[in-house]
């Protein structure tokens, strides 16, 4: 079974800042997909960004990017000009065909933007 | 589109009590899935359909748990009888499939609590 690890459970930026959110998984797997979410107080489930594994290229979406390392099975995302509406929880997920279309995702990093 | 809607938003129970939680998922949308939040084990994969039939049930946590799909514009999730240990927000999420992977939207979550 993939496992999604996600080693920071809480993170703090300033306001205009940058961050970076560490994202690891492990699967035997070649062609399998790769998401951010989005979890405000809310609590809806919003996706930031998504990265297909065949691409060497990574994703960028406005202010939020990723660093994508293949070999390394590192999917990283980095938030650049940080403002108080980033603060929220950020969950790393995986998909792949092999294992269906359900999402299995990490246990999530708080981020706390402050002013 | 309305997005995907869920209901309850909220529902309160009595242990032993028998709780629906309802799903209506994206006009078009073929795939559905049904997730649980908890503090302690994140968010979990419980069961999910392909043009209404149950395709993984792997994450059903036990026979108390059942989930029907009878047509592509309704699914329900039923606790019968529900235990403290349910509590929990419940995901409902729908996507076209296919490839490429579409996005799954998620509905904004049940909230139970089971007392």
């Known amino acids: 079974a993939q496992t999604v690890t996600q080693s920071q459970p809480e993170m703090s930026v300033q306001e205009a800042e940058t961050v970076t959110l560490s994202c690891t998984y492990d699967t035997s797997e070649s062609d399998y997909y790769l998401f951010w979410y989005k979890q405000p107080p809310s609590r809806q489930m919003i996706l930031v960004i998504r990265?297909?594994?065949?691409?060497?290229q990574n994703a960028t979406e406005n202010r939020f990017s990723v660093n994508f390392q293949k070999a390394a099975k590192s999917f990283s995302l980095k938030i650049s000009d940080s403002q108080l509406g980033d603060a929220a929880m950020y969950f790393c997920a995986y998909r792949s065909s092999a294992s269906g279309y359900a999402l299995n995702f990490g246990k999530g990093t708080s981020l706390l933007v402050t002013p | 589109d309305a997005g995907v809607i869920q209901s309850p938003r909220h529902e309160v129970t009595e242990m032993g009590q028998e709780v629906t939680l309802r799903c209506k998922p994206i006009?078009?949308?073929?795939?559905l899935f049904w997730y649980r939040q908890t503090m302690m084990r994140g968010l979990e994969l419980l069961i999910y359909?392909?043009?209404?039939?149950?395709?993984?049930d792997s994450g059903m946590p036990e026979d108390r748990f059942s989930a029907k799909m009878p047509n592509a514009s309704f699914s329900t999730l039923k606790i019968q009888p529900s235990e403290p240990r349910d509590s929990a927000v419940y995901f409902c999420?729908?996507?076209?499939?296919?490839?490429?992977?579409?996005?799954?939207?998620f509905g904004p979550g049940t909230r139970l609590t089971v007392t």
């Open positions: 359909f392909n043009n209404n039939v149950p395709i993984d």
């Open positions: 990265q297909e594994a065949y691409k060497q």
């Open positions: 006009s078009g949308h073929n795939s």
């Open positions: 999420a729908s996507t076209a499939g296919g490839s490429p992977p579409y996005e799954q939207y």
